[in-house]
Structure formats: C-alpha cells, structure tokens
C-alpha cells in the first residue's frame, strides 16, 4: 500500500499517511521523502499529526526536516551525550559557549544568538564574524560547492546587517598526487576537486569585491573522499544599527535570486555520509553561484540598514525559505503566514515543497513594518534586486503556508523549534601510539629543504593570487609580505578612513595532532589561532569554532568530538579568549572512512594602532634574534615525524599560564617598538619560521641550537628544528633596543638564539656548536615556492 | 575653478566594487566625489553636472560577455550624447581595471580618430591565465599629453597593483605595429610594466602580470583627456597600503597611486 496520497489540487501536493505507518514503514518515508530524519524523530511527528488528527503533507514533513536537520539545528552539540564520566547535556552549553559565559567579556555584542558573533571594534561601530564549512556540496561539485560557501557566509555577515570587509578560506584535501586506481567509484581526485575549490572560492569573493586575507591549506589522505572546505567573513556595522523586532503584522519580504530547483535537500544531505551514488542523487543539492547578485543584494540591505526601515533580516540559506521564515518567527515569538505562490521562481513545474526548501542563492528575508515597506521596495528597485512581499507575521505561533489558496502546511512553530534531543555515545580509546627511534640524520640541511617542500607547508602563493586581497584598500598586513611574497601569521584590515585602528584575522588548525589526542589538537589549534594574532600586534581576541567530524552516532567519533569541545573550554577560559560564533559538519564520511577530526579555530584580535603591526620577514642584518617560550620534546604528529613517515605519541601540549605570559609580553614588545619582525614557531618548528624569515626578506639568519631554551630531554639538534611546541615566537630585535627588550622579557623563558645575516644563508650550529646547517635561501625559497608553484 | 568646486563622478553599476576606495581617493584631496549608479544618471540626467567621470574596478554586470563590454554598451546606448560633450570639452574620463576595459570597448581609447564606433584595441585574458593579484612596477612613458600623470616626470618608475583576469592588451596582429607607432606618436603611451630599476618587461611573467602586447599597462586618447589603465592607483594611495611599509623605519604617508589623482585634480583646477 502506497504511503501517499495525491491531493485532488492543480498542483502537485501529497498526503503523507503516517498513521498506518509502522517503524519500518515511517524510516522508508524518511529515505523516500529524503529528508534524513531518523525513527525517534520519525515518531514524534507521527504523534504531533496524531494530536492533530490528522496525516500530514510533504510540504510539512519537508518542512520539519530541513528544520531538523544536523547543518540546520546542530542536534549533536545540542544532545544528550552519554560518556563513561557521565551524562554531558549540550556540547555547546557545557564547554564552548560556557567559556564566554564565564568569561562574559563587556566587548562582547552578540554570541551565539545571531547568523554571525559580533564583538565592540571602535566607538561607533561593531565587528561581526562568522565561519562557515561547506564540505558536502564541495565533495560533488568542488566550484560550485565552494562558491556557494563563500557567498553563503557573506549573507550571515549581510544577516546581521554587517557590511563585509573581508573573507578567511582554510581548506583540506586529499595529496594531489593520490593514485588514480586507489579513488573509489563516485569519489573525485583531490587535484580536481583542489583545483575547482580554490576557483570558486575567488570567483565569489573577487566579484563581490570582498578581499580573502587570511587561510590556510592542509593536506591528509582522510580528505580525499570528503573535502573539507571553511569559509569565513568578517563585516563591520555601525552600532545601534542592529534590529532584530520583528512584530506581527509586519511584512515578510523575499529578496535577492529567483528559487529554482538548485539546492534542494542540501542541508539534509549535508547531514549523511557521502557515498557512490552521492554524485547522481545529491547534485541538485549543490547550489548554483551568482555573486554580482548578492553584490547587489548587499548595497542595497546596506542602505536600508542605514535608513532604518527593516525590523529584522536572516539569510536564507540551508533549508530555503522553510528554514529563514520558520526561524524568523521563532525568535521573534510570532507566527507566519506564507504565500508561496509569490515567490519568484527562475522556471515553472515546481511542486510546493520544492518552493519552500530550495536552497538556490542569494536570497535573504526581512521582516519589514508595513508603513516602510513602499520605500523598502524601492531601495530594492534602485539596485535591480527582486523584493517579494510572500507573507505577513502573525501573533499566534502558527507557522501557515499556502499555495494557490489551497492550506498546504500548518505547523506549530514551537513544535518546530523543539526536536527530540540527540541522545549519542562517547567513547574515546587513546591510541596505541608508540615514539619512534631512528638515528639523527647526518645532513639536516637536506632535512630542512626536505619538510620546507611538504604540501603543508610549502608557499601557497599560487593559489593566494588567484584571491584579490587588496580590494577595497584596506589591506594593511597582506597575506603575502613583501617581495617574496612571504607568508605572514595574520591579516591586518584598516576598515575605517578615520580611526587607525585595525582587525587583526588570523587561524589555527593542525589535524595531525588529532591523530595523537583531540584535545591537545584543539589546545594547539587555538593556541595557534592567538599566537598568530599577537604575532602581528593583535589582542583582545575573539575565537570562532568549526568542527568537520565523521558520523557522531559513532561512539568514537563523539568521543573525539568530545574531547576537543572540553579543551575548547579549559584554554578559551585560560586565555580569555571567548568564543563568539561556530558552526560543525559532522557525517564527514565517505567509502574511504572518516575524515580525520579537524578543528578550525579562527580568531579575530584588534591593534590600536595599524601602524604598529609587525610583518615576519627579517628586516636589517646584524639585530639579535630570539627566540621567546620553552621548546619541549615535542615531535608528535609534527610535520618531521612525517616526513619519516611516523606519528609519534609526544603530541605538542600547552603550557596555559606560561603561554599566556608569553603572548602578553610580545604584546608588550610590539607597542614599545621593541620587534621588528615576529613569526610564531608551528609547523615545521624553528627550521620553518627562521627559513621562512630569511627567504622571505633575503636577509641571511644564523642560529645556535644551544641557546634555544628548552627542557634537558631534547639532546637532538633535528629535535630542537623542528620540535613544534606550542606558545613559541622567534622575534627580530632592533640592536639599540636590545636592552629594553632584554629588561622586560627579564625572568621569562626567551633567549638570543643568533642574528640577522647579510648572506643570503640559513646557518645553524648546533648542540656541540659544530655547523649543521647551511642552506641557500634561493635553493630554499625555491623548494618552498617550487611545490604548488607561485 | 577651486578644489572644493570640483565635482567627480564615480560610476556604477551591479558588480562595479571599487567605487568606495575611488571615492576616498578624491576624499583625501579635497575633491567632492559621488558614486552614482548608472541608472540614476540616466534618470535625473545628470552626467554633464560633473567635470570629470571615473569608470572604477570591479566587475561590472559580472563581465559576462567580455570584460567591461555590457556596461561599455549600456553608457553608449544611454549617454552617448552627454559622453561625447565629455570628451569634447577635455572633461577628464578615467577608467581603472574594469574601467579601462570599459572605455577600451566603448571605443574611447585607443580612440585613434576619436571615439571609435568598434574597439580597437582588447584587453584578453590573461598568460598565464587566471586571476592575479599583485604588486607591479610600471614606467611612465608619457611626454605631457596625459592629464592624468602630468605629476609624474616621464621615465619615473611608479609601484602600483594589479588584480585582473583579462588584462593583457592587444591590438590586432595585422595593425599591430601600425597602432602601436600610433600611440607613441600621438603621445598616447603612458605606462608600461617594468622591474624596480626601471627595465622593461619583454613580456616576461611575472614583471608583465599579463603578457600584455608591448608590456602595456595604460594609455590615454590623442587629447590625454582620456585614460584607463589595468593597475589600482586608489590601492596604492596611502603609505599603509604599500606591500612593505613595515620594513621602513618611518612609514610613507603615501604611494604612488595619489600622483594619479593629484594630477587630475590639478589639471580640473586650472583648466576649468
């Protein structure tokens, strides 16, 4: 017997017989609607439409599960979680968004609430920033997957009526010279799919005007079936000039795009596993990309904002239109009544559902008070952007939507808002890793060109330039320093003509080290996010989560999940550095396994003043050169043990009070004038920064091993370049202030560990103060470039 | 006329992304500037209120099409009148990036013979393709036609950036030489891509950002009234903007971008 039942309408509209349903038979409409909703969930809308009496429509059941899907309400962090310590009741309420609580910094405007965080910048205005991930769809159709990314967290920025100002994209792929017969059916090869996200990402971002500043590209063998793909925004917004009052009565208006059939189901598919049949059935789930619209979009969002007639804006993004109003209502306690029919569609044939999930871009939705709605329209017209009058707010909870005057849902929007918790499992096993044993290679000048040139760290200019990152001219600290281009640990943005104040955007990520312990990845990565931040004279920094996990319903894989949200919490509050906005993928899965957990951590610092920021390259032979917080035997996961393939168990810890002591006096150091140069010591160790110091300014660095500060286990010169110890700076001091600089680093872990060169040459002696490295920078800044090419 | 008469027009249109940092060039100098969307100019029909006009970066209408074509067509379909009293009366038209483009396809330059009713010159994708933004070194060559440079002693090395896709200039094969003896003798010539000492490109990547014909960055009309040119002068304005200004002890307060727009600024105060 057939579960639907065709309405007897113009149109295409089936009743959905849930109440002849058994558990089996409620799974199978769930797969057969594709709407991923599984059998706890399946049965409580059964006994919502029971209470009701009645069976409900497939507009309905889309509706319920776009609204609950993963990527829409995030049920994993939001679950119960059941650990051998104990029952943990919401990931986010008990480690990420407890720190900011417990921290409650006065600058913070907005966490957690909003479509982006939004942080105090200078007096008059606010900053607000969001990163968002977009794996799923880019896996199927790298350019188009990345450019819908890019312009979908562009409208978070435009759904707080912030005006962008700039763009972050960290990405992870599989090696580009994977085996061609080793990728399974449906799976594409991560060159292709490296080459078409790297594409869109700047075909969005170079024609909305937007600069990308800040990134980073990491290569591991788990992305190969399921890319991971992060997309960030930051936009300033003159305070006071936030609204979010939506009253009923007001008008719901559509802007932006026409809806067709692009993007349907993306949310619910976002929320599986890929598998081989992903590329056939899952396309129409990829969205397709016209950024001069949301150009558009923004001036004139922008001038509406500025004139004060909208009372509420969201973008409509995963989950369409069904997801944008139905939020829209909840927050703001009313109900809605849609017409579907008034929405504009690029071509006919479409059913109902389709209309109201369809996830085809560039549309945002405001709720306008009917008195400014003539002028609002017009602002629209002005730009050549469609506004759409589909709906009016309600008072009374309901969420109603109509088609050709035929009731085709009717919701209750608290029902909506209140989906069975998530109830998961959490087991982490640590695993059995053991440190390796092998010999200190003899020529460790061949060591250094060796991991110079590893995909991960090697230059990355040629896909940077494909980025305009100098739009709008307010680049100050640009993603590639000077002549050659070097890779500098932050972006420095000067958003306003007359406040010489900056935002400093930086990251940090090191997934190798999830392999060891996800909690000490997720210490590194924000220790690595805030000592890239200060590394340029960044402060009072603001941090911004992105998980892409594998399926949580795998005890493992929340047990990972797990433990990287406590260490969120334990250095979020050691650093007081809160959290102010995040988004997860989980189901990152693909034939070839999970993903390996990567934890994104952006941070948004500011600097009083940009014209003291501190780019990384050496800048005046002879000044010393230190090297600022303690080296510990730390290999594990790094990119040395690697390169030999091992993994290594001492995985790179952090030290909260001392590293904090440390990031406070380069701070200190920066203002008083003291360093001329500063680059933060991560992959690759202090083989890395000081190479990357010296080829990037053509200025030579010589370096004795045995001033480097460090704990009495490290006996080993290869150990000591490239140990990646956590909290660590290597700064270039002018000669006349090295006894100011001496004085205030008095009593902390910081030594003079050699010079600025005029010889082009990486000279290092090591333990035994013999000379264990000399290296060109030529053939260095060769082998870096010489990779990915630039 | 004073400074503070002078009224700048900065045009746009959906795609157009340049239009802020082109204003607050003319901001700094004193100059009032006004972004206006071609749509209201035509409507109110207000072009011939202003002395100069300036076609800023971006892309406009998506550059679907050519680079700068749709919107080369819009401005001659609806103010091809109003354009020509522009170029008559050596009211100064500038075209950055996507500007240039536009004013290439518009026929107003090279414009050997006045405004020319088909290009006759392009600005083709890039060698290497593909988007490329960075800093460049371009050489003024300009003998005194060009309004636009008059601040810029000829031969004088200028850093400014570039970030296109379809930039490399060209004429066609067959009137290529021809052209070319054209624009020097017509003191056409403005800038041409370089090495910091001051060497010419020869085409080579990435000194010439796009293998532009000749290693040709800028050029202006037979009455140096007109101008356009790949690289953003209004990204190199301000000494902060430059790609190494941490390496000075003192940072520059400017970059060589303003000498553009001081130019320009000084030829409308004398002129008019």
């Known amino acids: 017997m057939s579960h639907y039942v065709k309405r007897d309408v113009p149109f295409e509209l089936v009743e959905v017989n849930l109440q002849e349903a058994d558990d089996k038979q409620l799974l199978q409409i769930s797969r057969e609607l594709g709407i991923a909703l599984n059998l706890t969930e399946m049965k409580a809308v059964k006994n919502y439409f029971s209470r009701k009496k009645r069976n409900p429509t497939d507009v309905e059941l889309q509706t319920i599960g776009q609204t609950w899907s993963e990527h829409c309400y995030h049920k994993t962090f939001k679950g119960n979680i059941t650990t051998p310590e104990g029952e943990i009741k919401s990931l986010l309420k008990t480690y990420i968004a407890k720190a900011t609580k417990e921290l409650n910094p006065s600058w913070c405007v907005s966490v957690f609430e909003d479509n982006a965080g939004i942080i105090e910048f200078e007096e008059n205005y606010t900053i607000a920033a969001k990163v968002e991930t977009h794996n799923h769809p880019s896996a199927i159709e790298p350019f188009g997957g990345a450019a819908t990314g890019t312009g979908g967290v562009i409208r978070d920025i435009l759904g707080v009526w912030a005006d962008p100002i700039a763009c972050t994209d960290v990405l992870c792929f599989g090696p580009l010279d994977y085996d061609y017969s080793k990728l399974p059916p449906g799976t594409k090869h991560p060159k292709y799919v490296y080459r078409g996200v790297v594409a869109g990402i700047g075909h969005y971002g170079n024609n909305m005007g937007i600069p990308t500043v800040n990134g980073a590209i990491h290569f591991d063998e788990s992305y190969v079936g399921n890319v991971v793909v992060y997309c960030g925004c930051i ?53 397709i990309a016209n950024p001069i619209e949301e150009e558009k979009v923004k001036r004139a969002i922008n001038k509406l904002r500025d004139e004060g007639l909208g009372s509420a804006i969201t973008d409509i993004g995963g989950g369409g239109i069904s997801c944008g109003t139905g939020e829209m209502a909840d927050r703001s306690n009313c109900g809605i009544h849609v017409n579907l029919e008034k929405i504009p569609l690029k071509y006919q044939g479409l059913a109902p559902w389709e209309i109201y999930v369809s996830e085809s871009q560039e549309r945002m939705l405001l709720s306008v008070p009917e008195k400014n709605l003539q002028k609002t329209l017009e602002i629209f017209e002005s730009e050549n952007v469609k506004a759409t009058p589909i709906g009016k707010f309600t008072d009374d909870g309901i969420l109603r939507v109509d088609y050709l005057g035929q009731r085709v849902a009717e919701l209750d929007i608290d029902f909506i808002f209140n989906p069975p918790k998530f109830k998961g499992t959490a087991e982490w096993n640590e695993p059995d890793l053991k440190e390796p044993t092998f010999p200190e290679p003899t020529d460790l000048t061949e060591e250094i060109l060796q991991v110079i040139s590893t995909p991960n760290i090697a230059g990355k200019e040629s896909v940077i330039r494909t980025y305009d990152h100098e739009v709008k001219g307010n680049t100050v600290l640009k993603p590639l320093q000077s002549k050659y281009g070097g890779p500098n640990d932050a972006a420095v943005i000067k958003p306003l003509p007359d406040s010489w104040k900056g935002v400093v955007i930086s990251c940090g990520m090191n997934p190798n080290y999830g392999k060891i312990d996800p909690y000490w990845m997720a210490a590194s990565a924000i220790d690595e996010a805030i000592r890239n931040n200060i590394a340029v004279g960044g402060r009072r920094i603001a941090l911004l989560d992105n998980f892409s996990w594998g399926n949580p319903q795998k005890p493992d894989r929340l047990g990972s999940l797990t433990r990287a949200c406590q260490a969120c919490y334990d250095f979020a509050k050691g650093f007081k550095t809160p959290f102010i906005s995040g988004k997860d993928s989980l189901y990152n899965e693909s034939p070839l396994g999970p993903v390996t957990p990567t934890l994104l951590i952006t941070a948004i610092g500011i600097i009083p003043d940009i014209r003291k920021a501190v780019s990384m390259e050496l800048k ?171 | 006329m004073k400074v503070e008469e002078i009224r700048v027009c900065v045009i746009r249109v959906g795609g157009t992304n340049c239009d802020a940092e082109t204003k607050r060039a003319f901001d700094e100098l004193g100059v009032k500037a006004d972004i206006n969307h071609l749509n209201e100019i035509v409507k109110k029909a207000s072009l011939l209120d202003y002395n100069a006009l300036v076609f800023p970066g971006g892309f406009s209408y998506g550059d679907y099409v050519r680079a700068g074509a749709i919107l080369a067509k819009g401005t001659l379909t609806k103010l091809r009148h109003d354009l020509k009293m522009f170029v008559e009366e050596g009211r100064p038209i500038l075209g950055i990036c996507n500007g240039f483009q536009v004013l290439v396809e518009a026929g107003l330059l090279p414009a050997f013979e006045g405004i020319s009713e088909y290009p006759e010159a392009t600005l083709a994708t890039n060698i290497p393709i593909g988007y490329n933004c960075r800093w460049t070194y371009l050489k003024h060559e300009n003998s005194g036609r060009c309004l636009f440079t008059q601040k810029i002693p000829k031969g004088n090395v200028l850093r400014i950036p570039v970030a296109h896709a379809e930039g490399r200039f060209l004429f066609s094969k067959e009137n290529e030489d021809r052209y070319l003896r054209k624009l020097y003798d017509n003191d056409q010539l403005v800038f041409r891509y370089c090495n910091k000492e001051g060497e010419y490109a020869e085409g080579e990547f990435p000194v010439n950002p796009n293998g532009a014909f000749h290693d040709i960055a800028g050029i202006c009309d037979p009455t140096g009234t007109v101008f356009g040119l790949m690289p953003h002068p209004e990204r190199a304005f301000y000494g902060w903007q430059l790609p190494d200004w941490t390496k000075t002890e003192n940072m520059p307060t400017y970059g060589d971008g303003k000498l553009v727009f001081e130019s320009m600024v000084e030829y409308l105060k004398s002129r008019f």
């Open chain 1, 620 to 790: 005046q032979p002879g000044n010393p050169i230190y090297l600022v917080g303690k080296t510990y035997p730390e290999l594990g996961g790094s990119q040395y043990y690697q390169l030999k393939g091992f993994t290594g168990a001492t995985v790179p810890k952090v030290r909260i009070e001392q590293a904090k002591e440390t990031m406070n006096l380069i701070t200190k150091a920066i203002d008083s004038g003291y360093i001329r140069s500063c680059h933060d010591l991560s992959d690759g160790g202090v083989a890395v920064a000081s190479s990357e110091m010296a080829f990037s300014s053509g200025y030579g660095v010589e370096l004795h091993l045995k001033k480097v500060p460090r704990t009495s286990e490290i006996r080993r010169n290869d150990f000591l370049l490239f140990s990646e110890s956590n909290s660590r700076f290597l700064v270039e001091v002018p000669e006349k202030r090295r006894e100011d600089f001496e004085a205030l680093m008095n009593g902390s872990v910081c030594a003079e560990i050699g010079r600025v060169k005029k010889e082009g040459i990486l000279s290092v002696y090591g333990l035994k103060e013999k000379n264990v490295v000399r290296a060109d920078l030529t053939e260095l800044r060769r082998r870096w470039k010489g990779v990915l090419g630039g």
């Open chain 1, 235 to 287: 936009g300033i917004l003159p305070k006071n000039k936030f609204v979010k009052d939506t009253k009923p009565g007001d008008i719901a208006l559509l802007v932006g795009g026409e809806t067709g059939r692009d993007g349907i189901h993306g949310v619910t598919f976002a929320s599986a596993e890929l598998t081989k049949e992903s590329e056939e059935i899952s396309r129409p789930a990829v969205q």
